[in-house]
Protein backbone atom coordinates (compact mmCIF):
# COMPACT_ATOMS: atom_id res chain seq x y z
CA UNK A 1 0.00 0.00 0.00
CA UNK A 2 1.40 3.53 -0.93
CA UNK A 3 0.75 5.79 2.29
CA UNK A 4 2.43 8.91 3.93
CA UNK A 5 2.62 8.64 7.32
CA UNK A 6 3.46 12.19 9.36
CA UNK A 7 4.48 12.21 12.63
CA UNK A 8 5.80 14.89 15.50
CA UNK A 9 3.01 17.68 16.10
CA UNK A 10 2.18 19.13 19.30
CA UNK A 11 1.83 22.17 21.17
CA UNK A 12 4.76 24.27 21.46
CA UNK A 13 6.09 27.78 23.06
CA UNK A 14 7.02 30.68 20.43
CA UNK A 15 10.17 30.37 19.95
CA UNK A 16 10.42 26.41 20.93
CA UNK A 17 11.21 24.20 18.08
CA UNK A 18 9.76 21.11 16.11
CA UNK A 19 10.34 18.33 13.92
CA UNK A 20 8.06 16.50 11.97
CA UNK A 21 8.73 13.11 9.97
CA UNK A 22 7.38 12.22 6.93
CA UNK A 23 7.59 8.15 6.00
CA UNK A 24 6.52 6.71 3.22
CA UNK A 25 5.79 3.61 2.25
CA UNK A 26 4.94 1.77 -1.14
CA UNK A 27 7.40 3.89 -3.72
CA UNK A 28 10.78 3.84 -4.48
CA UNK A 29 12.22 7.19 -2.67
CA UNK A 30 14.17 8.35 -5.32
CA UNK A 31 13.14 10.17 -8.32
CA UNK A 32 10.64 11.99 -6.22
CA UNK A 33 9.85 15.46 -4.69
CA UNK A 34 8.59 15.36 -1.13
CA UNK A 35 7.31 18.26 1.03
CA UNK A 36 5.40 20.10 3.32
CA UNK A 37 2.54 21.92 3.31
CA UNK A 38 0.08 23.30 5.99
CA UNK A 39 -3.52 24.65 6.10
CA UNK A 40 -4.75 27.07 8.93
CA UNK A 41 -8.02 27.86 10.24
CA UNK A 42 -9.96 29.82 7.90
CA UNK A 43 -6.74 29.66 4.85
CA UNK A 44 -6.07 28.29 2.08
CA UNK A 45 -3.27 25.43 2.06
CA UNK A 46 0.02 26.43 1.30
CA UNK A 47 3.87 25.40 0.57
CA UNK A 48 6.13 25.15 3.74
CA UNK A 49 9.01 23.40 1.72
CA UNK A 50 9.68 20.54 -0.80
CA UNK A 51 12.84 19.07 -1.31
CA UNK A 52 13.71 16.42 -4.42
CA UNK A 53 15.07 13.41 -2.79
CA UNK A 54 17.60 12.45 -5.41
CA UNK A 55 19.75 16.39 -5.52
CA UNK A 56 18.35 17.65 -2.47
CA UNK A 57 17.08 20.78 -4.17
CA UNK A 58 14.88 22.65 -2.07
CA UNK A 59 12.62 24.82 -2.10
CA UNK A 60 11.21 27.10 0.84
CA UNK A 61 8.14 29.69 1.62
CA UNK A 62 9.39 32.60 2.42
CA UNK A 63 8.09 33.02 5.92
CA UNK A 64 9.81 30.05 7.14
CA UNK A 65 13.53 30.53 5.32
CA UNK A 66 15.87 30.81 8.13
CA UNK A 67 13.47 29.00 10.63
CA UNK A 68 12.82 25.70 9.23
CA UNK A 69 15.06 23.07 7.61
CA UNK A 70 13.75 20.17 5.24
CA UNK A 71 15.77 17.33 4.49
CA UNK A 72 15.47 13.32 3.72
CA UNK A 73 17.33 9.50 5.06
CA UNK A 74 16.84 8.06 1.88
CA UNK A 75 17.84 4.64 3.17
CA UNK A 76 14.88 5.08 5.66
CA UNK A 77 12.37 6.78 2.80
CA UNK A 78 11.53 9.89 5.05
CA UNK A 79 11.18 13.23 5.12
CA UNK A 80 11.76 15.59 8.15
CA UNK A 81 11.08 19.62 8.56
CA UNK A 82 13.07 20.39 11.27
CA UNK A 83 11.09 23.94 12.61
CA UNK A 84 12.87 26.53 14.76
CA UNK A 85 11.98 29.91 16.28
CA UNK A 86 8.03 28.57 16.08
CA UNK A 87 5.64 31.66 15.45
CA UNK A 88 2.11 31.77 16.59
CA UNK A 89 1.64 32.03 13.19
CA UNK A 90 3.09 28.59 12.21
CA UNK A 91 -0.06 27.34 13.85
CA UNK A 92 -1.60 24.72 11.62
CA UNK A 93 -2.22 21.65 10.31
CA UNK A 94 1.02 20.10 8.20
CA UNK A 95 0.74 17.60 5.40
CA UNK A 96 2.97 15.53 3.56
CA UNK A 97 2.96 15.19 -0.22
CA UNK A 98 4.94 13.37 -2.49
CA UNK A 99 5.29 13.49 -6.55
CA UNK A 100 7.41 11.96 -9.38
CA UNK A 101 9.63 14.50 -10.23
CA UNK A 102 9.53 15.92 -13.75
CA UNK A 103 11.80 18.50 -13.17
CA UNK A 104 11.72 22.55 -12.36
CA UNK A 105 10.51 23.87 -9.22
CA UNK A 106 9.90 21.26 -6.48
CA UNK A 107 6.41 21.19 -5.21
CA UNK A 108 5.62 24.01 -7.47
CA UNK A 109 1.76 23.36 -7.02
CA UNK A 110 -0.05 20.95 -4.99
CA UNK A 111 -1.83 19.44 -8.23
CA UNK A 112 2.16 18.10 -8.84
CA UNK A 113 1.60 15.53 -5.82
CA UNK A 114 -0.46 13.02 -6.04
CA UNK A 115 0.43 11.36 -2.69
CA UNK A 116 -0.82 12.88 0.67
CA UNK A 117 -0.86 12.47 4.16
CA UNK A 118 -3.10 12.72 6.40
CA UNK A 119 -1.73 15.77 8.57
CA UNK A 120 -0.73 16.42 12.19
CA UNK A 121 -1.60 19.37 14.10
CA UNK A 122 1.16 22.03 14.66
CA UNK A 123 0.14 24.59 17.84
CA UNK A 124 2.13 27.35 18.53
CA UNK A 125 1.27 29.29 22.19
CA UNK A 126 2.31 30.15 25.61
Known amino acids: EVQLVESGGGLVQPGGSLRLSCSAS????????IGWFRQAPGKERALVSC????????NYADSVKGRFTISTDNAKNTMYLQMNNLKPEDTAVYYC???????????????????WGQGTLVTISS
Open 26 to 33: GITFNDYH
Open 97 to 115: AAGYYLGGMPCATARDLEL
Open 51 to 58: IVTNDGTT
